[in-house]
T-cell receptor
Framework: AQKITQTQPGMFVQEKEAVTLDCTYD???????LFWYKQPSSGEMIFLIY??????QNATEGRYSLNFQKARKSANLVISASQLGDSAMYFC???????????FGGGTRVLVKP | EAGVVQSPRYKIIEKKQPVAFWCNPI?????LYWYLQNLGQGPELLIR????????DSQLPKDRFSAERLKGVDSTLKIQPAELGDSAVYLC?????????????FGPGTRLTVL
């Protein structure tokens, strides 16, 4: 069975600093994809970044980067130069062929302080 | 390009009443998803459509929930009758292809409150 774990329920970060959000996953499927979404208080889930299990390099999208450690089954999101608008819930999600659906973690709430 | 559109954004009903949610996916997206998100949790899949076919409805409580996607474009999710425990946010998402690694784009959701 697929499982996604986000161990940090909430965290504060100072504006302009970097923050790392933890995500570990469990699957026996060799083919899978990992996603990060941002959910502001408005409710919409905003896609941030994607990492495929066979991708050789860590994914990056602007200020977002994914620290993919396959052997440890972790896919941590790094947000550099935090902005006040980064305050939101962040969800890690995984798709694997065996389950054939996107499974979400419990989320981490980030609050950026000025 | 317009994103996923959902309506209504908010709905308050009394228990045992019916309710319906509407979703219009991103133009050209073949796959449409309905998710349920309880407070403080991640979304959980209810049903997935590939074009007009429901290919995964294993998590849909079929005694009270139903969904349709006529003509393979927009979709409606219905609850009849609603129960107190149905209070949640109902999210619609769409993706271009049918691969699980295709990025899903979400709408703003419908927040349902059942009194």
């Amino acid at each position: 069975a697929q499982k996604i774990t986000q161990t940090q329920p909430g965290m504060f970060v100072q504006e302009k600093e970097a923050v790392t959000l933890d995500c570990t996953y469990d699957t026996s499927d060799p083919s899978y994809g990992l996603f990060w979404y941002k959910q502001p208080s408005s409710g919409e889930m905003i896609f941030l970044i994607y990492q495929g299990s066979y991708d050789q390099q860590n994914a990056t999208e602007g200020r977002y980067s994914l620290n993919f450690q396959k052997a440890r089954k972790s896919a941590n999101l790094v947000i550099s130069a935090s902005q006040l608008g980064d305050s939101a819930m962040y969800f890690c999600a995984m798709w694997a062929a065996a389950g054939n659906k996107l499974t979400f973690g419990g989320g981490t709430r980030v609050l950026v302080k000025p | 390009e317009a994103g996923v559109v959902q309506s209504p954004r908010y709905k308050i009903i009394e228990k045992k009443q019916p309710v319906a949610f509407w979703c219009n996916p991103i133009s050209g997206h073949n796959t449409l998803y309905w998710y349920l998100q309880n407070l403080g949790q991640g979304p959980e899949l209810l049903i997935r459509y590939e074009n007009e076919e429901a290919v995964d409805d294993s998590q849909l409580p079929k005694d009270r929930f139903s969904a349709e996607r006529l003509k393979g474009v927009d979709s409606t999710l219905k609850i009849q009758p609603a129960e107190l425990g149905d209070s949640a946010v109902y999210l619609c998402a769409s993706s271009l292809g049918i691969s699980g690694t295709d990025t899903q784009y979400f709408g703003p959701g419908t927040r349902l409150t059942v009194l």
